[in-house]
C-alpha cells in the first residue's frame, strides 16, 4: 500500500501494542477495535489487509483468513499522541466474530439496542427543510421553485432522467460521476416527496418496518 507511517509518531504500550479502531470507509460505522504490534502494521501496509496481534494466542491473526470476512484498507489515521489508530476498511462480510456487521452496540434506557448513529446525515435535514421553505416561498429564480411550478409531470420527468443518468454512472464505474448523480437524483426525489406531501420519515418508517422482519 502506498501509505507512509511515521514510526517515530507512534506510541506503542510495554508490550509492543497500540489500539486500532476499525471503520467502515463508506458507512463510516465502527466495525470493531482489535491490537497491532509492529509486525501485524507492517502486514496491513504490505497485504493491504488487516492484521492484527491477539493477546490471548500470542500470535499475529489475519483478519477474514478464516472467515473470509476480510478487510481492505482504504487509509490509516493516527491520534494527537500517536497511541491509537483509526483504520478506515471496505469490509467483506461481517467484522464481528458472532456474525453482525459491528462489533459495537448501543444499549438504550429501555434496554433496547441500536447501533450508535452520527451526525452524517444532517444534510438531509436541511435539505429537506430547505425543499420545504422553497415551495411555500417559492424565491424567484430559485431552480427548486421553477419544479413546484412546473408540477408532478417536471417532477417525474426529472427522477426518471437522473435514475437513467445513475445507472449510466454506474455502468462506467465513475465514483466521482456516480457520487453526483446519486446526489442529484436523491435531491429530486425529495423535491418528489414534498410535491405528493409524503413525509421522509414515512419512508424511514417503512425501511425500519422492513428491517425489522
Known sequence: ????????????DERGLIPAIIQDGQSKDVLMMAYMNRE?????LETGETWFWSRSRQELWHKGGTSGNIQKVIS??????????LIQVIPEGPACHEG??????HFGK???QTRVQSQRFEIIQELESLIAKREAEK???????????KGIDKILKKVGEETSEVIIAAKNHSHEE??????????????????EKLPLDDVLTELARRHKK
Open 40 to 44: 501485524s502494521l507492517e502486514k496491513t
Open 76 to 85: 490509516i489515521f493516527y491520534d494527537c499522541d500517536g497511541d491509537t489508530l
Open 100 to 105: 453482525t456487521y459491528s462489533c459495537f452496540t
Open 139 to 149: 424565491p424567484e429564480g430559485a431552480y427548486t421553485t421553477y419544479l413546484f411550478e
Open 110 to 112: 429501555d434496554g433496547s
Open 178 to 195: 456516480l457520487r453526483y448523480e446519486i446526489a442529484d437524483l436523491i435531491y429530486h426525489m425529495m423535491v418528489l416527496m414534498r410535491e
Open 1 to 12: 500500500m502506498n501509505i507512509h507511517i511515521p514510526w517515530e509518531r507512534l506510541t506503542f
